[in-house]
């Protein structure tokens, strides 16, 4: 499966921003999929993960609350809606796709996934 995430731009904090994964050559319903953040200078973090589209869904703790991650099976598409964005959301946002049914302990790894999107910038600053 081929992953394209796109949606990312400057923000004001406080600001919103919607970032879509679109798959092709496979269906999103048959994985996990993650979105991960990477900052400068860090390692990628798992934002937030749901499995097989209309199952479970994970957030990280900067994330609870403020990330909404959703999907459309007919568009083949997974969304992460960000809303109340601050400086430190700032990174290159992928997403990735996972033939695991990934769970609370697994979903945030890298490993566990094995296909990644190009990413999409986000950057939140006044």
């Known amino acids: 499966v081929q992953l394209q995430a796109s949606g990312g731009r400057l923000v004001q904090p406080g600001g919103s921003l919607r970032l879509s994964c679109a798959a092709s050559?496979?269906?999103?319903?048959?994985?996990?999929i993650g979105w991960f953040r990477q900052s400068p200078g860090k390692e990628r973090e798992g934002v937030s993960c749901v499995r097989r589209i209309y199952e479970q869904k994970y957030y990280s703790k900067s994330a609870k609350g403020r990330f909404t991650i959703s999907g459309d099976r007919a568009k083949n598409t997974v969304f992460l809606q960000m809303n109340n964005l601050k400086p430190e959301d700032t990174g290159i946002y992928y997403c990735a796709a996972s033939r695991f049914g990934l769970i609370a302990s697994s979903w945030p790894q890298t490993s566990q996934y094995h296909y990644w999107g190009q990413g999409t910038q986000v950057t939140v600053s006044s």
């Open positions: 050559g496979g269906s999103l319903g048959d994985y996990s």
